[in-house]
């Protein structure tokens, strides 16, 4: 049985600056395979939130072309794209994404709402996944009345309420104390313990160290690191 979740193949993603041509990324080849934790490293700038955002479909890679689950994604419908989104990815923006007009609870529970789950189930579920990350306190909050970190950990409780194959987070422990990044990583753990694979961008050395492996973005190229 192929263990591959996601394949890339011969990705370029290319920027225009000033009417310069910026090549972000240069022919990538990559395969993740699941039940791994794999650190994404690299300076800011050097494109570990480009390859998120290809890799969640979220943005269109200029050359190549990225397979999930075995399933080609380049010029694929709108509709089979939000299909391989929906029952695949989840994912935890750098900037939380949360949706301001809408509690802590009913932002958790959005991704089960979207799927037609009972609305009740789903709140009640999110209720749980709220309490898993220190906020049962805040269910009825809105994000404008949470900290940087508690919006975060609401971002992180949706990611993990979705019960996806594929989980990409950007920074997800930049808003967070020792404590709650700690937490935050065993969750991780568990969903590796599930044959999940868990993509995660990140300046933390601690979680780098705690990854199954790291890659390295620089210059557009990528390569896998020992140590970091």
């Known amino acids: 049985m192929n263990n591959n979740i996601i394949k890339i193949k011969n990705l370029t993603k290319n920027f225009i600056n000033n009417k310069l041509k910026v090549k972000v990324l240069k022919n990538l080849n990559l395969e993740l395979e699941m039940g791994n934790i794999v650190a994404l490293i690299g300076p800011s700038g050097s494109g570990k939130s480009t390859l998120l955002h290809l890799i969640a479909l979220l943005d269109k890679p200029t050359t190549g072309n990225i397979s999930i689950l075995g399933k080609e994604t380049f010029n694929i419908t709108e509709d089979k794209k939000n299909k391989i989104i929906r029952d695949n990815i989840s994912i935890i923006f750098q900037n939380n994404n949360l949706l301001s007009d809408f509690t802590a609870i009913e932002n958790v529970a959005m991704p089960l709402i979207i799927r037609n789950n009972n609305y009740l189930d789903s709140i009640q579920k999110a209720e749980k996944f709220l309490k898993k990350v220190n906020l049962g306190h805040r269910l009825r909050h809105f994000p404008s009345d949470l900290s940087g970190g508690e919006q975060q950990r609401v971002a992180i ?67 896998r690191v020992n140590g970091w």
């Open 157 to 223: 409780a949706r990611s993990l309420i979705a019960d996806t194959k594929i989980i990409l987070a950007d920074e997800p422990t930049g808003n967070l104390d020792v404590k709650n990044s700690n937490e935050v990583f065993s969750y991780f753990l568990k969903l590796k313990q599930k044959n999940k694979i868990i993509l995660i961008a990140t300046h933390n050395r601690e979680i780098a160290k705690k990854a199954d492996y790291t890659l390295s973005i620089s210059d557009g190229n990528i390569k």
